[in-house]
């Protein structure tokens, strides 16, 4: 199974992109999938999650900003990032996890991993 992550880039405060999660070798059914960032010098922190059912979850930071959907017939998970500000910036990486898992939250819960994309929010 491999994970491909894209739609990183440069964009100014409140402005938005749309980060996308492909997978090959395996559908996204069944899995619990999320995305993760990681700041220069920093751990790398949870912020969204989509589970088998389709629950939605976020951490606090992102909510009401950020949004996490799949589309099943392209098998990829989008994260539609709006509002962005400068805490924002970081390398989002998406992962998942065969069988889905209640600990969303856990980056050690997910057992493959996307390359990472690079969000950078500046003027």
């Known amino acids: 199974v491999q994970l491909q992550a894209s739609g990183g880039g440069l964009v100014q405060p409140g402005g938005s992109l749309r980060l996308s999660c492909a997978a090959s070798?395996?559908?996204?059914?069944?899995?619990?999938v999320a995305w993760f960032r990681q700041a220069p010098e920093e751990e790398r922190v949870f912020v969204a999650a989509?589970?088998?059912?389709?629950?939605?979850y976020y951490t606090d930071p992102v909510k009401g900003r950020f949004t996490i959907s799949r589309d099943s017939a392209k098998n990829t998970v989008y994260l539609q990032m709006n509002r962005l500000n400068a805490e924002d910036t970081a390398v989002y990486y998406c992962?998942?996890?065969?069988?889905?898992?209640?600990?969303?939250?856990?980056?050690?819960?997910?057992?493959?991993w996307g390359q990472g994309t690079q969000v950078t929010v500046s003027s």
């Open positions: 992962a998942a996890r065969w069988p889905h898992t209640v600990n969303y939250r856990s980056a050690k819960e997910y057992n493959y």
């Open positions: 070798g395996r559908t996204f059914s069944g899995a619990t």
């Open positions: 989509v589970r088998e059912n389709n629950q939605k």
